[in-house]
């Protein structure tokens, strides 16, 4: 069979044109046949830029004239200042080789990384839920509806495969207080809180980590250090907190939600699992969350997901109650909108400075709902927290990379939802430093 890897590349359209230019040439310079550019196992265009791969190749540099095709023309991008992207993954699991190449030519185009560390092995996976005994999920620190509809995908495959399972989370947090209304007589004693789960973890547990991959973002930091049995399902760039001892890391940015990922692995999983009703709406509800009611970050993946979530039987009507918001919170939006100001001509910036339990959620709705305004590209929203941090909610309709912008100030997310939380300043310090960085982003780009 010999040794196989996954490869994943990204550049921009006319890297990939010039790419093919030079692969074709060099190819019949070396009377060799079989073009791989012709035959990708993954491809997908879009925003300028080129992304494709294969999976479970014999990736061998200096035997296989279609391999060296491609890393002489990598290099050759590289010589004629073209930028792209390059991760290759062993079967080893820390086997995992990186290049790129930021080119002039491409100064104005913002590759994404392949952030793909390892295409999901779901016979993996189930051999993991097999073997342990005790299962424990659990997602970001202030969960939302992605991370709890994937913590209960999960979850699911745990039960059917006959395993005890909890859920790690903070029920009481706001933006998913709708939702767990709806489940907490069903499944109660499936959520714990992290001191539970600090009491009843050993060193045989394994722990799923949701919607994060982020070592100070998981719902308990110090979970991650009682095991070195942990799995990542994680739709975000990585950055570089992330939890550097799993065993398993399944990341695709490409993934419009973590319950697009976690609904894929239920739908091609050998086992046959059979959703609640109410695990179907909560992993649709996360789809719907991060793609705002499936306008921004799908694809067909994200179609096909939602459509298998609708045959388990989606409850529409009961989905979008859980994204209501009551006439005071309504008014409290539109009054932050209202004192929004413009900075470089199409970015919104609010501040809320009501220090309240439900401020994060309060300013995430409202940079929503700032996007809805002509010309604004990019929204961001301040607000005071409870525990004095300043929270940073980012949304942009994808001509501005807020992950990028809020990147630099310790936060994380995608090109076009992404939040940071800032500890020691005031508000108003915060908003001048966030215009800082939005500044700083938009010389780089010059």
Same mark, same amino acid.
């Given at each position: 069979?010999?040794?196989?890897?996954?490869?994943?590349?990204?550049?921009?359209?006319?890297?990939?044109?010039?790419?093919?230019?030079?692969?074709?040439?060099?190819?019949?310079?070396?009377?060799?046949?079989?073009?791989? &550019?012709?035959?990708?196992?993954?491809?997908?265009?879009?925003?300028?830029?080129?992304?494709?791969?294969?999976?479970?190749?014999?990736?061998?540099?200096?035997?296989?004239?279609?391999?060296?095709?491609?890393?002489?023309? /990598?290099?050759? &991008?590289?010589?004629?200042?073209?930028?792209?992207?390059?991760?290759?993954?062993?079967?080893?699991?820390?086997?995992?080789? =990186?290049?790129?190449?930021?080119?002039?030519?491409?100064?104005?185009?913002?590759?994404?990384?392949?952030?793909?560390?390892?295409?999901?092995?779901?016979?993996?996976?189930?051999?993991?839920?097999?073997?342990?005994?005790?299962?424990?999920?659990?997602?970001?620190?202030?969960?939302?509806?992605?991370?709890?509809?994937?913590?209960?995908?999960?979850?699911?495959?745990?039960?059917?495969?006959?395993?005890?399972?909890?859920?790690?989370?903070?029920?009481?947090?706001?933006?998913?207080?709708?939702?767990?209304?709806?489940?907490?007589?069903?499944?109660?004693?499936?959520?714990?809180?992290?001191?539970?789960?600090?009491?009843?973890?050993?060193?045989?547990?394994?722990?799923?980590?949701?919607?994060?991959?982020?070592?100070?973002?998981?719902?308990?930091?110090? /979970?991650?250090?009682?095991?070195?049995?942990?799995?990542?399902?994680?739709?975000?760039?990585?950055?570089?907190?992330?939890?550097?001892?799993?065993?398993?890391?399944?990341?695709?940015?490409?993934?419009?939600?973590?319950?697009?990922?976690?609904?894929?692995?239920?739908?091609?999983?050998?086992?046959?699992?059979?959703?609640?009703?109410? =695990?179907?709406?909560?992993?649709?509800?996360?789809?719907?969350?991060?793609?705002?009611?499936?306008?921004?970050?799908?694809?067909?993946?994200?179609?096909?997901?939602?459509?298998?979530?609708?045959?388990?039987?989606?409850?529409?009507?009961?989905?979008?109650?859980?994204?209501?918001?009551?006439?005071?919170?309504?008014?409290?939006?539109?009054?932050?909108?209202?004192?929004?100001?413009?900075?470089?001509?199409?970015?919104?910036?609010?501040?809320?400075?009501?220090?309240?339990?439900?401020?994060?959620?309060?300013?995430?709705?409202?940079?929503?709902?700032?996007?809805?305004?002509?010309?604004?590209?990019?929204?961001?929203?301040?607000?005071?927290?409870?525990?004095?941090?300043?929270?940073?909610?980012?949304?942009?309709?994808?001509?501005?990379?807020?992950?990028?912008?809020?990147?630099?100030?310790?936060?994380?997310?995608?090109?076009?939802?992404?939040?940071?939380?800032?500890?020691?300043?005031?508000?108003?310090?915060?908003?001048?430093?966030?215009?800082?960085?939005?500044?700083?982003?938009?010389?780089?780009?010059?």
């Amino acid at each position: 069979m010999g040794y196989r890897s996954d490869i994943r590349i990204i550049t921009s359209e006319k890297g990939f044109e010039e790419l093919k230019k030079f692969v074709t040439k060099y190819l019949k310079e070396h009377n060799e046949d079989y073009n791989l &550019l012709e035959n990708c196992d993954i491809k997908q265009e879009g925003k300028k830029q080129c992304y494709f791969g294969w999976n479970y190749v014999k990736w061998y540099e200096n035997d296989y004239e279609d391999v060296d095709a491609i890393m002489e023309g /990598l290099q050759h &991008l590289s010589d004629k200042e073209y930028s792209y992207r390059y991760m290759r993954i062993g079967e080893e699991y820390d086997d995992v080789e =990186e290049q790129y190449c930021d080119g002039e030519k491409d100064k104005n185009i913002f590759l994404e990384y392949p952030s793909m560390i390892r295409e999901f092995d779901d016979e993996y996976v189930k051999e993991q839920l097999k073997e342990n005994d005790k299962i424990m999920i659990m997602g970001h620190t202030n969960p939302d509806i992605d991370a709890i509809g994937s913590a209960l995908g999960i979850y699911r495959i745990a039960k059917t495969l006959e395993k005890e399972a909890k859920i790690v989370a903070n029920v009481e947090t706001p933006s998913i207080k709708d939702l767990y209304e709806s489940i907490k007589d069903q499944y109660q004693e499936v959520f714990i809180s992290s001191e539970t789960a600090l009491a009843q973890v050993d060193s045989g547990t394994l722990i799923i980590v949701v919607d994060t991959h982020k070592k100070t973002y998981v719902e308990s930091p110090e /979970l991650l250090t009682k095991t070195n049995k942990i799995v990542i399902i994680d739709h975000h760039r990585r950055s570089a907190d992330f939890i550097d001892n799993s065993i398993l890391t399944f990341q695709e940015v490409y993934a419009s939600s973590a319950a697009e990922l976690v609904t894929e692995i239920i739908q091609y999983t050998q086992n046959e699992v059979e959703l609640s009703e109410v =695990e179907a709406e909560a992993l649709y509800a996360g789809i719907m969350m991060d793609t705002k009611n499936f306008t921004f970050k799908t694809g067909v993946r994200t179609f096909e997901a939602a459509a298998y979530l609708r045959r388990c039987g989606v409850d529409i009507i009961k989905v979008k109650k859980w994204f209501q918001s009551d006439l005071e919170s309504y008014n409290t939006i539109s009054e932050i909108v209202r004192k929004a100001e413009i900075v470089r001509d199409s970015i919104g910036i609010s501040i809320y400075d009501v220090q309240e339990k439900e401020t994060s959620l309060i300013c995430a709705k409202a940079a929503d709902e700032l996007l809805t305004i002509g010309n604004i590209t990019a929204s961001f929203v301040l607000g005071l927290m409870e525990d004095g941090k300043v929270c940073i909610s980012g949304r942009s309709i994808g001509d501005v990379n807020v992950q990028m912008i809020l990147e630099k100030l310790g936060g994380g997310g995608h090109i076009t939802l992404a939040g940071a939380q800032l500890e020691n300043v005031t508000i108003d310090e915060a908003k001048q430093e966030l215009i800082s960085k939005i500044n700083e982003y938009f010389e780089e780009k010059e």
